[in-house]
Every structure is written in structure tokens, then in C-alpha cells.
């Protein structure tokens, strides 16, 4: 999942800006009690999204997974004044966890959380996002981005995460692997559109950046 030597990955983080506390203890508790904790956006990561966020300055911004709420807290940095942030998941378990690090959060206020499934939810929200966050199920992707991408106002922006898919995006694909197989065609999909450009960072496991013209 990290391609970079972890000399030039600590070298990355040292000269970052720093992980703010709360964000650290947040980091920490997933790694001590949940279940498969490096789908946590992290350090690095999370201060790219919220300098991305800080830029864009949204007045909307919708997540697509929030796993225990790490990179909601890191997009929220940036909202407006007015701003809000509507994050989706359907693991209920994890609502309680991630709700109460929001509680704690001087963003926390603006941050909406949406227990179910995504694609039955997608269509209720508002239009004129600003930006939007994939990081949900690999089978989905392009099924998000479909639904998403006309309430994404022009100019605004969709991010993905996981494209390169610990690297298997250039690797012979099995069969069965359904996650890899729809990676693959996600960003093939978005390459092509021509509602939007497209770069594809490769930063920890990969973040497409889509800008819709």
C-alpha cells in the first residue's frame, strides 16, 4: 500500500505539516481497537486532504466512507464559513467511534453523518458540491462517481482513493479479483470522460484528483 522507501515516507511527514492531537489519538484508538486500521487515511494523507479543502474553501463537501472519521476531520479543516460536510457508511458499528472524535472537533458541528447504503443515498443530497471523496467499496467506484458527478458543480472536484490498489492496477489480474478488476475500470472511466481532467497522484495507495470543466 506505501511505495516510497519508509526513509523518504518519514522524510515526507517530517517536513508536513504536523498531525494535529486530535487527529493522532484518533489514529492511535483505530489502530488499538478496530478492525483493519490502514484503511485510515493517516498522516500524510490527511494533511493533503485538508490543504485540498483549505484551497477549494467548500461549501459542501460529501464523503463517500467514513471508517472511523479520520479523513471527514481532515476535509472539514477547509469548509467555509457556512460550510458542511456530509460523510456515508454503512458500517453502523463504527458511527459511535467516529461521531465522538467529531464531538470533539471545533469542525465538528458542520459534519453530518449518514448511516446505509451509499447509491440509495447519493441521489437525496444536495447539488453543487464542491467536493466530493470516494473511499468506499472498489466494486463501486464508478457506480459513486456516475451518481456524483452531475451534483458536482463545474469546477469543483471529485477525489478517489486506493487507485493504484497496492500496486495491482499494473499487475496481471486474477480472475476473481473483483476489487482490482473495478479499480482498473474506474480510472479507464474517468480517463476518458470528457466532462473532466484528471491526475492520478501517487500518494500513499494512489488518489485520483477530478476536476469536472
Not at 467499496?137 to 497496492?166: H, M, Q, T
Request: charged fraction near 25%; aromatic fraction near 8%.
Amino acid at each position: 500500500m506505501d511505495f516510497l522507501p519508509d526513509s523518504i515516507d518519514e522524510y515526507a511527514r517530517n517536513f508536513s505539516s504536523a498531525e494535529p492531537e486530535l487527529l493522532k489519538e484518533l489514529n492511535r484508538e483505530t489502530h488499538l481497537k478496530v478492525l483493519s486500521p490502514r484503511m485510515l487515511s493517516g498522516h500524510l494523507q490527511g494533511r493533503f486532504l485538508s490543504i485540498i479543502s483549505n484551497m477549494i474553501r467548500p461549501d459542501l463537501v460529501v464523503e463517500i466512507g467514513t471508517y472511523t472519521g479520520y479523513s471527514a476531520l481532515c476535509l472539514a479543516e477547509g469548509l467555509s464559513e457556512k460550510g458542511r460536510l456530509i460523510t456515508i457508511d454503512n458500517n453502523r458499528e463504527l458511527r459511535p467511534f467516529a461521531e465522538s472524535y467529531f464531538a470533539r472537533s471545533p469542525h465538528g458541528s458542520k459534519i453530518q453523518f449518514l448511516a446505509g447504503n451509499a447509491a440509495d443515498l447519493i441521489p437525496s443530497l444536495p447539488d453543487q458540491i464542491d467536493l466530493a471523496f470516494i473511499d468506499a467499496d472498489k466494486e463501486n467506484y464508478s457506480r459513486y462517481f456516475d451518481l456524483l458527478i452531475d451534483k458536482v458543480r463545474p469546477g469543483g472536484f471529485l477525489l478517489a482513493d486506493n487507485v493504484l490498489w497496492s500496486g495491482k492496477v499494473v499487475q496481471p489480474v486474477k480472475e476473481n479479483d473483483q476489487s482490482t478488476k473495478a479499480i482498473c475500470a474506474f480510472n479507464e472511466k474517468v480517463n476518458r470522460d470528457h466532462r473532466v481532467e484528471t491526475m492520478l497522484l501517487p500518494l500513499r495507495d494512489g488518489i485520483m484528483i477530478i476536476r469536472k470543466k
